[in-house]
C-alpha cells in the first residue's frame, strides 16, 4: 500500500479527517513536531466518558462544568507546555532580528509575515537586486534566481517554516563592485 490509506465508499468518514489526514501532513511536514502534535488529538476524547455519565445521570450542570473545566485545563496545558516547545523552532524566533531591526529590510517574491509582526516596521519589496544593499528575506527556492541575477550575497540564516513546507532564508545583500 505504500504508505497511503483507504476511505471508504461513501467518501471520508470522521475517523479520516481527525486521525489520518492531520497524521499524513505533519509527518510529511515536520516529523519531529508531529510526534508532539499528533497524541494532542486524542485530548478532547478524554472529556467524554464524564460527560456521558453525568449526562446519563441527568446532571446537566456538572456536565457543563466538567467540560468548561477540561478547556481551562487543555488551554494551560498547551499555552504553558506544548506551545513554547513548538515555538523554539519558529524561523523568525531564532533569526537574527536584532540586525533586521537595524538594517534596510527588503522581500523578495513572498516572505514569511511574521517578520513584520515580530520587527514592527513594513518590509517593501526588493527594488532593484544587483543595486540594493540590507537584508532580504525570501524562500530557499529563490536562491536560483539570485544566481542567475549574480546578486552578491551572503546567507545570514536559514529555517525551515512551522508546519509548511518552504524555507525561509535571510540574506545579506552587497551591490556588486565594478
Not at 47 to 60: D, E, N, R, V
Not at 101 to 120: D, M, Q, V
Amino acid at each position: 500500500m505504500n504508505g497511503t490509506f483507504i476511505i471508504s465508499n461513501h467518501g471520508p468518514t470522521c475517523w479520516d479527517f481527525i486521525f489520518h489526514l492531520p497524521w499524513r501532513y505533519f509527518a510529511k511536514a515536520q516529523l519531529e513536531l508531529a510526534f508532539q502534535f499528533y497524541p494532542s488529538c486524542f485530548f478532547p476524547l478524554l472529556a467524554l466518558p464524564p460527560l456521558f455519565y453525568f449526562w446519563l445521570k441527568g446532571k446537566y450542570l456538572p456536565s457543563l462544568y466538567n467540560l468548561g473545566a477540561g478547556f481551562i485545563l487543555l488551554n494551560l496545558l498547551f499555552f504553558y507546555g506544548a506551545f513554547p516547545k513548538i515555538d523554539q523552532h519558529n524561523p523568525v524566533v531564532n533569526s537574527p532580528l536584532h540586525k533586521l531591526k537595524e538594517g534596510k529590510l527588503y522581500y523578495y517574491k513572498i516572505y514569511n509575515p511574521s517578520y513584520s509582526f515580530y520587527l514592527r516596521k513594513s518590509i517593501s519589496k526588493v527594488p532593484n537586486l544587483q543595486k540594493t544593499e540590507g537584508y532580504l528575506i525570501t524562500r530557499k527556492k529563490y536562491l536560483k534566481v539570485l544566481d542567475q541575477f549574480e546578486v552578491n550575497y551572503q546567507i545570514m540564516f536559514e529555517g525551515k517554516d512551522l508546519f509548511e513546507p518552504p524555507t525561509t532564508v535571510i540574506v545579506k545583500l552587497s551591490p556588486l563592485s565594478n
